[in-house]
Structure formats: structure tokens, C-alpha cells
């Protein structure tokens, strides 16, 4: 099953609006990343937090981590025609001591941004 | 330019055909992936691969087949005991393979897409 659950599994907003958008885990991780996809393309890596860190910022970009509650939460403040895609969350675990890289995506959040 | 490219972007298979999806990278990378997604649904990982003549099966990889002879090469092969190929297949790849780097990020191709006839 998937490690990462997304909420809403679809957002529709205006130009200007905020969106956010959640994730779930079930299990300990060391960090969890957001990417996002365009239609038909492939996935380009957004932020990057770790399991040590609560918040992150990148641009127009807010990251929050809570590991108590095992969910993290993605922002696009301003948001922008541009922004439309969907947006995935995927979490790194350390596996029997070692990590190799693998990460967990969950089903993603497809966000319509209307002009 | 730098960056990972997968070829051919569509493909057609006639059922009981074995067909190989090319990956290559050209950032050095140790660590490559290959993924599967279905229409509305996230990645799932199928082999993947720290370093040059190794990898390891990821979590649906019946079916599937892979070779890393060489570190920019990563191709999959999808053979005919895979049962539901259909679907868009997704090369990554991260800097390093080793211990402790789920931290690095992945980058990932443009993506092939399967089709049965």
C-alpha cells in the first residue's frame, strides 16, 4: 500500500488563492519530499524536508512537517494559472539501518488553477 | 545539457511481445529508478539500482526485467509474463546510492507510456 496519503485528491481554486494540500504517512521516515507533474510529463522535485526540520520555505512555497501526527502539508501561496498540476508527496525511510534512495509516493493532489 | 531521457515516448505492444523502454542519464548519477503509474495514481517502484551491476527488485517487479552494464544506462524490459503493462513508465535518478540518501532528490525522465494492443 501506499505510504503517503494526499488531501484533497483534487483542489480547483482561483488565480490569486491559496492552495493547500495534505499528506499522511504511516511509518517513520527520515524525510519527505513534494514534486509535481504536469500532465503527461515527468516529476520535477519541489522541496525537501527533514524529519528533524517543521517548516520550509522555498518561493512561493511552504513546507510543514509534523511527525507526531505523521502529516505534512504543502502551500502555494498567490497561486497561478502555471501552478496547475499534480502534486505528489514521497517519503524516505531508512530501511534495515541503510537508506538506498527509495522513496514512497503517495496517489498525488491534482490542483486546477482557474484564470 | 544535463538530464535524463527516456525513448521511445509511446509505445505499442502486441500481447505475448517482450518490449525494452531505454533510460539514460547524463548527471553522473549513481542511483536510478524505474517507476509505473496508472492513470490517477501515484508511482510505484519497480527496480532500481545504487550502483552499476547491481539492483534490487522494488515493489512490483514481476513481470519486469532490468540490466545496469553501464552507470548512464538503466533500460527495463517488460516482458510477456507482465500481465497489465499498460500504463506510463517513469526513469529517475538520484545522485547517490549508498547509505542514508532517500534524502536526495530524483530526477526523473519524461516518461514512456505502454500501450497493449
Known amino acids: 500500500s501506499q505510504q503517503g496519503e494526499e488531501d484533497p485528491q483534487a483542489l480547483s481554486i482561483q488565480e490569486g488563492e491559496n492552495a493547500t494540500m495534505n499528506c499522511s504517512y504511516k511509518?517513520?521516515?527520515?524525510?519527505l519530499q513534494w514534486y509535481r507533474q504536469n500532465s503527461g510529463r515527468g516529476l520535477v522535485h519541489l522541496i525537501l524536508?527533514?524529519?528533524?526540520?517543521r517548516e520550509k520555505h522555498s518561493g512561493r512555497l511552504r513546507v510543514t512537517l509534523d511527525t507526531s501526527k505523521k502529516s505534512s502539508s504543502l502551500l502555494i501561496t498567490a497561486s497561478r494559472a502555471a501552478d496547475t498540476a499534480s502534486y505528489f508527496c514521497?517519503?524516505?525511510?531508512?530501511?534495515?539501518?541503510?537508506?538506498?534512495?527509495?522513496?514512497?509516493f503517495g496517489q498525488g493532489t491534482i490542483l486546477t488553477v482557474h484564470p | 545539457d544535463g538530464g535524463i531521457t527516456q525513448s521511445p515516448k509511446y509505445l505499442f505492444r502486441k500481447e505475448g511481445q517482450n518490449v525494452t523502454l531505454s533510460c539514460e542519464q547524463n548527471?553522473?548519477?549513481?542511483?536510478m529508478y524505474w517507476y509505473r503509474q496508472d492513470p490517477g495514481q501515484g508511482l510505484r517502484l519497480i527496480y532500481y539500482?545504487?550502483?552499476?551491476?547491481?539492483?534490487q527488485k522494488g515493489d512490483i517487479a514481476e513481470g519486469y526485467s532490468v540490466s545496469r552494464e553501464k552507470k548512464e544506462s538503466f533500460p527495463l524490459t517488460v516482458t510477456s509474463a507482465q500481465k497489465n503493462p499498460t500504463a506510463f513508465y517513469l526513469c529517475?535518478?538520484?545522485?547517490?546510492?549508498?547509505?542514508?540518501?532517500?534524502?536526495?532528490?530524483?530526477?526523473f525522465g519524461p516518461g514512456t507510456r505502454l500501450t497493449v494492443l
Open positions: 514521497a517519503t524516505g525511510t531508512n530501511a534495515g539501518g541503510t537508506s538506498y534512495g527509495k522513496l514512497t
Open positions: 539500482s545504487q550502483i552499476v551491476n547491481d539492483f
Open positions: 529517475a535518478s538520484s545522485i547517490y546510492g549508498g547509505t542514508a540518501l532517500s534524502y536526495n532528490e530524483q530526477f
Open positions: 524536508i527533514r524529519s528533524n526540520e
Open positions: 511509518t517513520s521516515i527520515n524525510n
Open positions: 548527471l553522473n548519477h549513481d542511483a
